[in-house]
């Protein structure tokens, strides 16, 4: 079976998954992407995408955004049709970076699959529309509502829809009115336990509030334990930092900012990590969790989102409410007669059942079963 992988992804957790996804996958695959993306295959088909409204003054943003969203919708249109042109028996298409959402690919013979992280959050809750900026709120309206219909059009236009979790898979239902498979995510096959000493807590995603990064810093100086924190993000938001820095100096706790670091750093730190904290807010399912209990790190993740499934509860890790002190009370336990070491194995043999290679073989049997039936549907 040849598989086109279609995409506009940067660094990220969707690249991330994508990348061990294609990895894994047992079929022919050509990638078909844009030049501000970055590939997941030796030799991608590249399109050219340049966007002009990032580098304009805010006062001239606005109508070439509009100008940007007709730029983008272009390209995924030739995307499809070079994909199809290449022969593909089924699309696998991914979000878009850009809208942060997906894209419609255009009228398309062969089967597409759609995956999605979640649903364009900005379009569904309403705690995120509040937040916009009000003087630019109306300004922006227009952009918005195309962005949001672009993002549902391309929902609608799917053979199948594929997703991470439970939760991610009922929010999708709930938003698009589609029902979406779950495949499971899972760990790079180098991320192992070594059995290195815990030296430090470690906290994992982006510099943004809502990641937790503040509940990692407060439960550890309630916990007791004296470890300092570490926290690393793909990239800097300086604000963000100052503001865990200063946190972390009102409760005497020793904090280390890092960004931008190597695989082989971060799994290195998870291995020497007491414990993962993962304390963020509706996290659709959370790669930090699955990655660190494979590199024998025991996790406390919030009790929100589809965190709660990438964890064996009470075997390979804690589900505590979001709140630094029951954070602080998870960490506790851990100190327990062997609790630690026993959680660290499990941990690292279990990780609940999610892997690289299962997630890829439910892609595979979604690809065939689209297959067959656009086959079938050939011949009738």
Same mark, same amino acid.
């Given at each position: 079976?040849?598989? /086109?992988?279609?995409?506009?992804?940067?660094?990220?957790?969707?690249?991330?998954?994508?990348?061990?996804?294609?990895?894994?996958?047992?079929?022919?695959?050509?990638?078909?992407?844009?030049?501000?993306?970055?590939?997941?295959?030796?030799?991608?088909?590249?399109?050219?995408?340049?966007?002009?409204?990032?580098?304009?003054?805010?006062?001239?943003?606005?109508?070439?955004?509009?100008?940007?969203?007709?730029?983008?919708?272009?390209?995924?249109?030739?995307?499809?049709?070079?994909?199809?042109?290449?022969?593909?028996?089924?699309?696998?298409?991914?979000?878009?970076?850009?809208?942060?959402?997906?894209?419609?690919?255009?009228?398309?013979?062969?089967?597409?699959?759609?995956?999605?992280?979640?649903?364009?959050?900005?379009?569904?809750?309403?705690?995120?529309?509040?937040?916009?900026?009000?003087?630019?709120?109306?300004?922006?309206?227009?952009?918005?509502?195309?962005?949001?219909?672009?993002?549902?059009?391309?929902?609608?236009?799917?053979?199948?829809?594929?997703?991470?979790?439970?939760?991610?898979?009922?929010?999708?239902?709930?938003?698009?009115?589609?029902?979406?498979?779950?495949?499971?995510?899972?760990?790079?096959?180098?991320?192992?336990?070594?059995?290195?000493?815990?030296?430090?807590?470690?906290?994992?995603?982006?510099?943004?509030?809502?990641?937790?990064?503040?509940? /990692?810093?407060?439960?550890? #100086?309630?916990?007791?334990?004296?470890?300092?924190?570490?926290?690393?993000?793909?990239?800097?938001?300086?604000?963000?930092?100052?503001?865990?820095? /200063?946190?972390?100096?009102?409760?005497?706790?020793?904090?280390?900012?890092?960004?931008?670091?190597?695989?082989?750093?971060?799994?290195?730190?998870?291995?020497?990590?007491?414990?993962?904290?993962?304390?963020?807010? #509706?996290?659709?399912?959370?790669?930090?969790?699955?990655?660190?209990? #494979?590199?024998?790190?025991?996790?406390?993740?919030?009790?929100?989102?589809?965190?709660?499934?990438?964890?064996?509860?009470?075997?390979?890790?804690?589900?505590?409410?979001?709140?630094?002190?029951?954070?602080?009370?998870?960490?506790?336990?851990?100190?327990?007669?062997?609790?630690? /070491?026993?959680?660290?194995?499990?941990?690292?043999?279990?990780?609940?059942?999610?892997?690289?290679?299962?997630?890829?073989?439910?892609?595979?049997?979604?690809?065939?079963?689209?297959?067959?039936?656009?086959?079938?549907?050939?011949?009738?």
């Amino acid at each position: 079976m040849r598989v /086109a992988v279609v995409h506009n992804l940067t660094n990220g957790g969707a690249h991330r998954r994508l990348a061990e996804q294609v990895a894994a996958l047992e079929a022919e695959v050509v990638e078909f992407t844009t030049s501000r993306a970055v590939p997941v295959t030796a030799r991608p088909y590249v399109v050219p995408l340049k966007l002009v409204a990032p580098t304009l003054p805010p006062v001239l943003r606005p109508l070439q955004r509009h100008r940007d969203l007709r730029t983008l919708q272009d390209v995924w249109r030739v995307l499809g049709a070079l994909a199809e042109r290449d022969g593909a028996d089924v699309i696998f298409a991914n979000p878009d970076s850009v809208l942060r959402g997906a894209v419609p690919l255009g009228k398309r013979a062969a089967p597409v699959i759609r995956y999605c992280d979640e649903p364009r959050r900005i379009d569904y809750e309403p705690a995120l529309r509040s937040s916009l900026n009000p003087r630019t709120r109306a300004l922006y309206a227009g952009l918005r509502k195309s962005e949001r219909q672009i993002d549902r059009t391309a929902m609608a236009e799917a053979d199948a829809i594929a997703t991470n979790s439970q939760y991610s898979a009922a929010r999708i239902l709930d938003s698009y009115g589609r029902t979406a498979e779950v495949l499971p995510c899972g760990a790079p096959a180098r991320m192992t336990a070594d059995g290195s000493e815990p030296a430090h807590l470690l906290s994992v995603g982006s510099l943004i509030p809502s990641k937790g990064h503040d509940l /990692a810093i407060e439960a550890a #100086a309630l916990s007791g334990l004296r470890l300092p924190v570490v926290v690393v993000a793909h990239r800097d938001n300086r604000p963000e930092r100052d503001r865990l820095r /200063a946190l972390a100096g009102k409760h005497d706790v020793q904090l280390d900012v890092r960004t931008a670091i190597t695989d082989e750093e971060l799994i290195g730190l998870y291995r020497a990590a007491f414990a993962t904290l993962y304390l963020a807010t #509706a996290e659709p399912l959370g790669l930090v969790s699955i990655e660190a209990q #494979a590199c024998g790190s025991p996790v406390i993740v919030s009790d929100e989102g589809g965190l709660p499934e990438t964890v064996a509860a009470g075997r390979t890790g804690l589900v505590v409410s979001r709140d630094a002190r029951a954070a602080a009370r998870a960490l506790h336990s851990l100190t327990e007669d062997g609790v630690r /070491a026993r959680m660290s194995r499990a941990a690292a043999s279990l990780l609940n059942g999610h892997s690289w290679p299962a997630s890829a073989a439910g892609l595979a049997a979604m690809a065939e079963r689209l297959g067959r039936r656009t086959a079938v549907e050939a011949v009738a």
